[in-house]
């Protein structure tokens, strides 16, 4: 959100080894000269010949496919703590010089294979193409935290087939699966803490002062932080902000974002960890302007970085992308704020199809469907907004803009698609880690916003938790009175019942889907 956020202790895999393949050539009609019978025997020959190279998986690779192939799938596992395991399916071979698969390892930040690297892993040409290697080291420069890409050789050119993999299982790795239930509501502060690492092993938080939930955020001049999000390099579009993006782009971050993240993963009462806050937004993801493709990929690569190595420690562990309540607003880019934020719904395409290409992992999603606008609570009357008109506010909600808790299913239906399923085919795990109602119409206005949202929220089959936030902000008073309290420990209870019927009557309404979608 567009607010200043405390810090500090408050607050955050067939297997077909490579056996040869269906080799198939086109074979070409010699023109002889002379009587029919040798043209005939020549015919003869050369079907015979053509079956032979079709049935035969050992024969050369002549007749396959040209270019790049068809690549159906492809994957990158540890099949135990010593041994990964990358497997390629294909329709259709590509081309090669000498029918070979090669496996080349890249670090996470690399794009390009280096002129002086040696593959990995290699094999023959196959339909279903599996290569073993060992781990080697599970340190922030070993392959535990690297991408692996199959190329092969055309014209003397090694070509990368496909999209690098990442080990898409990490949890392999972890000697712990620790995790206590969770309440389905609590309140920042006591199920979450703020933590800004600095690459040193830990953070400004003692890992005794830790909580289940962590919130993980960068602040400036630190070896985690990226190189782009300085404050000292010019940026042509500059912004206000406050944290800034995590820095996956040389050694020396990978290895403190490793560092720190596997401490808290291992001795803390964590559990859940959100990565960044509002990481579509500059503000709190701050790195010098460059282009939204850009922005994404390189919260992607920390992301997966803080994932794996949280994953290896605790197998249980919840790893979370923290998402403001921008969704679907547009913005040109001759409007300002173009340059501030990206929409959550690109955002989440972008980050998707990102992780799903380099190997799928079960990352969660936090999201904070505050009211709009902020600071009005009375969102079934909205005459009485002056931040910006009422029509215009009803018609973020109505349009789906921004997500409140009136539309948020607009979230969770869209993560409810199959390709944004994690890799069991579920639906990913979405949970409000930060949400307010505004005590500034009063004390009868807020209790019946809260019960609004509780009812909303716990309707909704894949919201998991809710944490409230209980804050006096930047602008915004979302403390609760003695009576709002009493009726947000009433949720889940058989007191739920009375508040709700109370805010019903109160907004003037005898059903709830008459203002939540």
């Not at 794009?111 to 094999?123: F, G, H, L, R």
């Not at 420690?313 to 547009?330: F, I, M, P």
Request: hydrophobic share 35%.
């Amino acid at each position: 959100m567009k607010r200043q956020k405390q810090s500090g202790y408050y607050k955050y895999k067939a297997q077909k080894m490579c056996k040869g393949c269906e080799r198939r050539e086109k074979v070409k009609k010699s023109i002889f000269s002379g009587n029919t019978l040798k043209r005939g025997i020549s015919a003869l020959l050369a079907v015979c010949t053509a079956a032979v190279l079709f049935l035969s998986p050992s024969m050369g690779m002549g007749a396959q496919a040209a270019g790049k192939g068809d690549l159906s799938s492809q994957a990158c596992q540890l099949v135990d703590r010593k041994t990964i395991e990358y497997l390629a399916n294909f329709s259709t071979l590509p081309s090669s010089d000498d029918g070979m698969f090669y496996l080349y390892q890249l670090k996470t930040y690399e794009y390009a294979i280096p002129d002086e690297a040696a593959p990995v892993a290699s094999c023959e040409q196959s339909l279903n193409a599996v290569m073993h290697f060992p781990l080697d080291s599970t340190a922030s420069n070993g392959r535990l935290y690297a991408k692996f890409a199959l190329v092969v050789l055309q014209g003397g050119r090694k070509v990368m087939i496909g999209n690098p993999q990442y080990i898409s299982n990490p949890e392999m790795m972890a000697t712990s699966s620790r995790r206590v239930p969770r309440p389905a509501k609590s309140t920042q502060g006591i199920e979450t803490t703020n933590i800004i690492i600095n690459g040193s092993g830990t953070g400004d938080v003692p890992v005794t002062h830790v909580n289940r939930t962590a919130q993980i955020l960068v602040g400036a001049g630190t070896v985690v932080t990226h190189p782009k999000a300085s404050d000292e390099v010019k940026d042509p579009h500059p912004w206000d902000h406050t944290y800034y993006m995590m820095n996956a782009a040389n050694d020396e971050g990978i290895a403190g974002l490793v560092k720190d993240l596997q401490n808290y993963a291992a001795n803390s009462r964590a559990q859940d960890f959100i990565i960044g806050n509002e990481v579509n937004e500059r503000k709190w993801n701050y790195m010098n302007w460059t282009d939204w493709n850009s922005f994404v990929r390189e919260y992607a690569q920390a992301f997966r970085v803080c994932y794996t190595a949280i994953k290896s420690v605790n197998a249980q562990a919840n790893v979370y992308v923290s998402l403001d309540q921008c969704w679907d607003r547009n913005r040109p880019t001759s409007h300002p704020e173009y340059y501030s934020y990206i929409d959550v719904k690109d955002f989440l395409i972008k980050f998707n199809n990102n992780i799903s290409s380099t190997g799928n992992i079960d990352w969660c999603l936090a999201i904070h469907p505050y009211t709009v606008p902020l600071t009005y609570a009375k969102f079934w009357d909205m005459s009485g907004v002056t931040v910006e008109t009422p029509e215009y506010c009803r018609s973020q909600v109505a349009n789906n803009h921004m997500v409140t808790f009136q539309n948020v299913t607009v979230i969770t239906d869209f993560m409810s698609k199959p390709e944004y399923a994690n890799r069991f085919g579920q639906v990913r795990d979405i949970i409000v880690n930060e949400f307010g109602v505004s005590a500034t119409q009063g004390e009868d206005v807020q209790v019946a916003a809260l019960c609004a949202a509780f009812y909303s929220f716990e309707k909704n089959p894949y919201i998991t938790q809710v944490i409230y936030l209980d804050n006096l902000g930047d602008g915004v008073d979302s403390r609760l009175s003695e009576r709002g309290w009493a009726a947000f420990n009433s949720f889940g209870t058989e007191e739920e019942a009375a508040y709700m019927d109370w805010a019903k009557q109160y907004i003037g309404i005898s059903d709830w889907s008459k203002v939540i979608r």
